[in-house]
T-cell receptor, first 108, second 114 residues
Framework: QKEVEQDPGPLSVPEGAIVSLNCTYS??????FMWYRQYSRKGPELLMY????GNKEDGRFTAQVDKSSKYISLFIRDSQPSDSATYLC????????FGQGTELSVKP | EPEVTQTPSHQVTQMGQEVILRCVPI?????FYWYRQILGQKVEFLVS????????KSEIFDDQFSVERPDGSNFTLKIRSTKLEDSAMYFC????????????FGPGTRLTVT
């Protein structure tokens, strides 16, 4: 079983839609959960991180962690064309373990 | 806003040659990392560095790889004898003491081995 699994997409939504991105993981020792955004041929950009279970909100972005299900989510409200990118989940126990990334396209 | 910088942005080298990839981490950060991303694949951890020594390394980080912090600002990754399969984007990242789990990535160096 892979440590971190993420549907690679691609996911295409109309502008203004709510986007839901998800990852599952297998290692119950993970405590920190990150979401990164990566534009083509650029470095990952940290969007949000959460510790343990619960929700965290930052503007249009909400991160959720459910440790009992080993499931994390990122919601994007009122999606914009500028949100078009690959979204990477990552788990940390020091080093980061990344998911495959979900390619998101927001159409005007 | 402080950021991680990397040079060069693109490096082309022949198989068997040595390459050095350079990074300038965010100035007050204490933890330094190298990751790589082969085209179309996941970002993979290579090595972490703290207090002038390697704190963790992956299976990928074999004897052909080494890291160094030669002065107070630079952090380098050396590949001694490059192979075709070393072709990838190499990302440097840094994290602070208070932000141990927040790692900030540089723009990457695209390494092409021919």
């Amino acid at each position: 079983q892979k440590e971190v699994e993420q549907d690679p997409g691609p996911l295409s939504v109309p502008e203004g839609a709510i986007v839901s991105l998800n990852c599952t993981y297998s290692n119950s020792a993970f405590q920190y959960f990150m979401w990164y955004r990566q534009y083509s041929r650029k470095g990952p950009e940290l969007l949000m991180y959460t510790y343990s279970s619960g929700n965290k909100e930052d503007g249009r972005f909400t991160a959720q962690v459910d440790k009992s299900s080993k499931y994390i989510s990122l919601f994007i409200r009122d999606s914009q064309p500028s949100d078009s990118a690959t979204y990477l989940c990552a788990m940390s126990g020091g080093k980061l373990i990344f998911g495959q990334g979900t390619e998101l396209s927001v159409k005007p | 806003e402080p950021e991680v910088t990397q040079t060069p942005s693109h490096q082309v080298t022949q198989m068997g040659q040595e390459v050095i990839l350079r990074c300038v981490p965010i100035s007050n950060h204490l933890y330094f990392y190298w990751y790589r991303q082969i085209l179309g694949q996941k970002v993979e951890f290579l090595v972490s560095f703290y207090n002038n020594e390697i704190s963790e390394k992956s299976e990928i980080f074999d004897d052909q790889f080494s890291v160094e912090r030669p002065d107070g600002s630079n952090f380098t990754l050396k590949i001694r004898s490059t192979k075709l399969e070393d072709s990838a984007m190499y990302f440097c990242a840094s994290g602070g003491l208070a932000d141990l789990y927040e790692q900030y990535f540089g723009p990457g160096t695209r390494l092409t081995v021919t």
